[in-house]
């Protein structure tokens, strides 16, 4: 079965530091292009970061800078490690799985940036 285990989500004042992760299991992970998500509050869910296979990073404008995605292969896991954390940057966070004709998701985890 194909599953995506997010975690690393919590409550952080604004300036701080917070790394999610995200392991997957039931999927080729080498192949797949990784991908962070998220949803705040009353709006849509927006792509935040995506690291493709090859290992090609991209980032919202509103995270540049302040985000860096990784993968470790050899450990099925794809990271955000998120820093100078913004109150805008309160949201749950989505990992996503893409490949092979379709999307798989992690359950989500929860982060809080207030003071």
């Known amino acids: 079965q194909v599953q995506l285990v997010g975690s690393g989500g919590g409550l952080v004042q604004p300036g701080g530091s917070l790394r999610l992760s995200c392991a997957a299991s039931?999927?080729?992970?080498?192949?797949?292009?990784m991908a962070w998500y998220r949803q705040a509050p009353g709006k849509e869910r927006e792509l935040v970061a995506t690291?493709?296979?090859?290992?090609?990073?991209n980032y919202a404008d509103s995270v540049k800078g302040r985000f860096t995605i990784s993968r470790d292969n050899a450990k099925n896991t794809v990271y955000l490690q998120m820093n100078s954390l913004k109150s805008e940057d309160t949201a749950v966070y989505y990992c996503?799985?893409?490949?092979?004709?379709?999307?798989?998701w992690g359950q989500g985890t929860r982060v809080i940036i207030s003071s």
């Open positions: 996503n799985a893409e490949g092979w004709g379709t999307n798989y």
């Open positions: 039931g999927i080729a992970f080498n192949i797949y292009d």
């Open positions: 690291i493709s296979r090859g290992g090609i990073r």
